[in-house]
């Protein structure tokens, strides 16, 4: 098999086994008689890695990860936030955030919006300003303050939403589907606004999206009907976004990768046995927001999420 196979040995002191296996010492020493008389202790030095195996499970399974699929080098796209079809205000702002969390040096690893401006969709007074920040993790505390100055500077001109990640819990795969998504979608062009030349990050793939979306759907679903419970005119914002995320998971699951909100609700209207989601389009349902509108788009939302919810139930009855 050539390179494909790798050896790996997990090595842990006599002490620790016979804590970990709780039986008596004198079992576990019998069992490593049996292993060395098969040659056991010899593959250590056959092993491409021998890793120590003395600490919790979630470093070692970090550990494998890496190993299983190394980070690569990726070729970033970088941007500045005045070439994103934001505000100027709102641009002015991001800049200034982009060269404070710059000026901290390789702590920062890489910063971006994610969603509406890497896709040159942002909508005033609707869309949220989506912040991807990887720094270590004795950086995080100063990129807090930048982040306080950020939203300062931003006078509520946009809500923004944060997410703060380490380069070792990207590189050990341990992402939620949004930030699985959000990689995979930089691997692929969208724009940053600082990325450090040596970063390393996870190769995404389609395959490992659409494993995710399996796994983020019922969150979804589950969330979309509490706010349909609830549903009024300060809840179609969220509302209407839940339902274009969950036909957008579904898909994905379907393997097809539609973006844009009015996309994705047309393509989920030819799903097998759904029926079609008659819906404003972002354009009429931003406008509506931003006037004050929201009950003349909250009713045919609210009939599209009904419509939904009762076609996944139904294909998944027993």
Known sequence: MGDTLQIVYLDASFAVRVERSGTPAQAVAAKDEIKMSRGAHQV?????????????????????????????????????????????????????????????????????????????SWIADWSDLDLLVIAE???????????????????????????????GELTARRLTPRLAFVLHQLQQGSPVLHAAPDLELPTISRDDLAFAAVRE???VI?????????????????????????????????????????????AASRM????????????????????GDAELVLKPVCAAVDQFLAWYAAQLAA
């Open 217 to 219: 759907l019922p969150q």
């Open 272 to 291: 097998p046995d759904l029926p079609a989601l008659s819906v404003p389009s972002l354009a009429e349902i931003a406008s509506a927001w931003r006037d």
């Open 222 to 266: 589950l969330t979309m009907r509490r706010l349909r419970a609830h549903a009024g005119p300060t809840a179609l914002r969220q509302l209407y976004k839940h339902l274009v995320l969950a036909c957008r998971l579904l898909l994905r699951e379907h393997n097809q990768w539609e973006s844009g909100p009015d996309r994705i609700l047309a």
């Open 137 to 167: 993790h004795e950086t995080i505390g100063r990129v807090h303050e930048a982040l306080k100055q950020y939203r300062t500077a931003l006078g509520g001109a946009a809500s923004l939403g944060p997410t703060l990640v380490t380069p």
């Open 44 to 120: 250590a030095a056959l092993a491409d890695h021998v890793i120590d195996n003395t600490g919790s499970i979630a470093a070692l399974r970090a550990r494998l990860r890496r190993i299983a699929a190394p980070p690569a080098a990726n070729a970033l796209r970088v941007a500045t936030p005045y070439g994103l079809g934001l505000p100027a205000a709102i641009a002015s702002a991001t800049a200034d955030f982009t060269d404070a969390v710059r000026a901290y040096g390789p702590g920062v690893r890489l910063a971006a919006l994610t969603g509406s401006p890497g896709e040159g």
